[in-house]
């Protein structure tokens, strides 16, 4: 298994502001996920980032708006930039290693 | 393309009574099973998995799983219901065996009633 970490755990932020999101994982994996999950619904992936190369973000999802980095094999950020009321979520980052994808604790924004 | 979808948003049962949830998938390839399962204010964690082999499949917490590919189905079962299992449950399939981009369902929202 894997144990991610998240930073914030939650944020209230104003429209119009951009927000980074910091995922941390106790071991080194080549493949990690961002998910966004809005309120009352399921998750839905937001993009694969990879050590060393481009996200690869998902239907729907601009890296205009969604910025992510992955400097290291242990570390990921992801940025929410201009935000507005409909960015307001639960920002899950995830890991695969051995077959599975494990998920951090979540951040929990709120854009007013 | 994969899909899931999970019959019943909402699902309630009797402390001691049997849970079942429901998990339908629909996938070009074999596919890789997962149920998670999300406290309020948490994460999620994984509950069980199917990849190959048997198709009965046992997680924590007392809950299992059966992979029934002629039905399409990996509903989820726990005989007996405890008051720590109120939570909400996502079924999720992926096309390969390295659990790369998961596509996951609506969710059912499991209370517990004493």
């Known amino acids: 298994s894997a144990v991610i970490s998240q930073k914030p755990s939650r944020d209230i932020c104003q429209r119009g502001t951009s927000l980074t999101i910091q995922c941390q994982v106790d071991s080194q994996v080549t493949m990690m996920f961002w998910y966004r999950q809005q309120p009352g619904q399921s998750l839905t992936l937001i993009a694969t980032?990879?050590?060393?190369?481009?996200?690869?973000?998902e239907s729907g999802f601009v890296i205009d708006k969604f910025p992510i980095s992955r400097p290291n094999l242990t570390f990921s950020t992801l940025t929410v930039s201009n935000m507005s009321p409909e960015d307001s979520s639960i920002y899950l980052c995830?890991?695969?290693?051995?077959?599975?994808?494990?998920f951090g604790p979540g951040t929990r924004l709120l854009v007013l | 393309a994969q899909s899931v979808t999970q019959l019943g948003s909402h699902v309630s049962v009797s402390e001691g009574a049997l849970v079942l949830l429901r998990c339908n998938y629909s996938?070009?390839?074999?596919?890789?099973l997962f149920w998670y399962v999300q406290y309020p204010n948490q994460g999620l964690q994984l509950l069980l998995k199917y990849t190959t082999g048997a198709t009965l499949v046992k997680g924590i917490n007392g809950f299992e799983a059966e992979f029934k590919k002629s039905e399409t189905s990996f509903h989820l079962t726990k005989p007996s219901a405890h008051m720590s299992d109120a939570a909400e449950y996502f079924c999720?399939?992926?096309?390969?065996?390295?659990?790369?981009?998961?596509?996951f369902g609506q969710g059912t929202r499991l209370t517990i009633n004493p």
């Open positions: 980032a990879n050590q060393g190369s481009e996200a690869t973000y």
């Open positions: 999720a399939v992926s096309a390969s065996q390295g659990a790369q981009k998961l596509v």
């Open positions: 995830s890991v695969a290693t051995s077959g599975t994808q494990y």
């Open positions: 996938s070009s390839v074999p596919p890789y």
